[in-house]
């Protein structure tokens, strides 16, 4: 939930349309890709709900892309010349009908002129006002607790986990109470 927040903020910033969520089911768990200024970051290992694997491409994403403006997009410790983060897309692919495009952003000021090239626009009540957008945009949780299917099965197949990765049964017959 947090890295969603954080990459909904940067890409505010920084004037780039929102993150496009793709979250898809495999046997294993939630996998998701996040589409950040026309690149791709998708998770490497399941989740056990779609709200967990969106965090985690959008913390995959928010990672690369807080530090585009010091290091272009490569990570950590690489050199010019090597691989950069993120899987390129092609500009105007993926976000079909499912958002506004790129175009449709107005990156011109209230009197219909520009100014500061591109640095990002100010906004009147700054900080707060960036926050009250995110947090409009994030999805509410309807339930604390875990759906049935959302809960890890413990290796046995028998219930849900309930410590140490095992489930009652386990943890009884291995001593416990």
């Given at each position: 939930m947090f890295y969603t927040m954080y990459l909904s903020s940067v890409c505010q910033r920084r004037q780039w349309p929102e993150p496009h969520y793709e979250p898809y089911n495999t046997r294993t768990g939630w996998h998701c890709k996040v589409r950040v200024n026309n690149r791709e970051y998708s998770t490497e290992v399941p989740y056990a709900s779609e709200g967990l694997a969106r965090d985690g491409a959008a913390q995959k994403g928010y990672m690369i892309c807080r530090n585009f403006s010091v290091n272009d997009g490569m990570g950590p410790g690489q050199r010019p010349g090597q691989s950069v983060?993120?899987?390129?897309?092609?500009?105007?692919?993926?976000?079909?009908?499912?958002?506004?495009?790129?175009?449709?952003?107005?990156?011109?000021?209230?009197?219909?002129?520009?100014?500061?090239?591109?640095?990002?626009?100010?906004?009147e009540s700054g900080f707060e006002q960036q926050i009250r957008q995110v947090t409009q945009q994030v999805p509410?949780?309807?339930?604390?607790?875990p759906k049935a299917n959302e809960s890890y099965v413990c290796y046995c197949q028998r219930g849900p986990v309930r410590a140490y990765g095992r489930c009652g049964w386990c943890l009884r017959e291995s001593g416990w109470q």
């Amino acid at each position: 939930m947090f890295y969603t927040m954080y990459l909904s903020s940067v890409c505010q910033r920084r004037q780039w349309p929102e993150p496009h969520y793709e979250p898809y089911n495999t046997r294993t768990g939630w996998h998701c890709k996040v589409r950040v200024n026309n690149r791709e970051y998708s998770t490497e290992v399941p989740y056990a709900s779609e709200g967990l694997a969106r965090d985690g491409a959008a913390q995959k994403g928010y990672m690369i892309c807080r530090n585009f403006s010091v290091n272009d997009g490569m990570g950590p410790g690489q050199r010019p010349g090597q691989s950069v983060q993120g899987l390129p897309v092609a500009i105007g692919t993926g976000r079909g009908g499912k958002r506004g495009s790129a175009a449709s952003y107005d990156t011109a000021s209230t009197d219909g002129t520009s100014s500061g090239g591109n640095s990002p626009r100010s906004t009147e009540s700054g900080f707060e006002q960036q926050i009250r957008q995110v947090t409009q945009q994030v999805p509410k949780s309807h339930s604390r607790r875990p759906k049935a299917n959302e809960s890890y099965v413990c290796y046995c197949q028998r219930g849900p986990v309930r410590a140490y990765g095992r489930c009652g049964w386990c943890l009884r017959e291995s001593g416990w109470q």
